[in-house]
């Protein structure tokens, strides 16, 4: 897969003070689309634990914004590989204790091979407003379409036992001092994405405390996109096009 060069993530915990977080997050994901963003993951580390009513809450939010980003974007979810079949988003984001990404892949490709599955698929878009997709390339099923695998990396070993796994694409960091999560690994530094971009030949994701004063350094040092939270949360739509701009 060819990766965008701006890999927005929204943190549900950045809306959680809001009167309705999910509305907000699916404005917030409306202007970060408006201004050019083609790929957006949703994640939720705002509790520890994936309670009932966490798992409705994210579900919520994912359907949402599936139905503003179909057509329009790539819906990445962190974590949670029952939630992205749920929402019918694009794919999913996997952490070093999540589920395997082997198991992930072997998940995704009973579903995708499953006439049902495809059926259903089709059947949201036409309640969405879409039209129905009447022809695909010779040899390819109707409605199909590849559920997409990232996965979290915080060392080159890490990286290089990713770049055997039935991933699309490969996370490294943080890069920097990052203040998004509450347990954050060490730093890896530029030479830590220089480090994974020679044992990989995968797409590769630069993440943790990308900001668009340092994501120059980042491209060069070998990532093919920079994921970013914070640095995308106020004007978000300057943001964007900063970022853009920068990256090339």
Known sequence: ????????????????????????????AEELIAAGATLIQLRDKSEPGFENNVARRFLSCARELRRVTLDRATLIINDRVDLCLASNADGVHLGQEDLSPAA?????????SHPISQSLTQLLRERMGHPPVSSEPSGERVGYKKLLIGYSTHNVDQ??????????????????????????DPVVGLE???????????????IGGITRLNCAQVKDSGADSVAVISDLFESSGKAVADFLRVLG
């Open 1 to 28: 897969m060819k990766l965008p060069s701006l890999y927005p993530i929204i943190d549900f915990s950045c809306f959680a003070a809001e009167t309705d977080p999910v509305s907000a997050i699916v404005g917030y």
């Open 192 to 206: 830590g994405v220089q480090r994974a971009r020679r044992v990989t030949v995968k797409p590769l994701v630069a």
């Open 159 to 184: 990286v290089r036992e990713a770049d055997t796994l039935p991933v699309d694409y490969i996370a490294i960091g943080p890069v920097f001092a990052t203040g998004s999560k509450v347990n954050p």
């Open 104 to 112: 992930a892949r072997r998940i995704f490709d009973s579903v995708e």
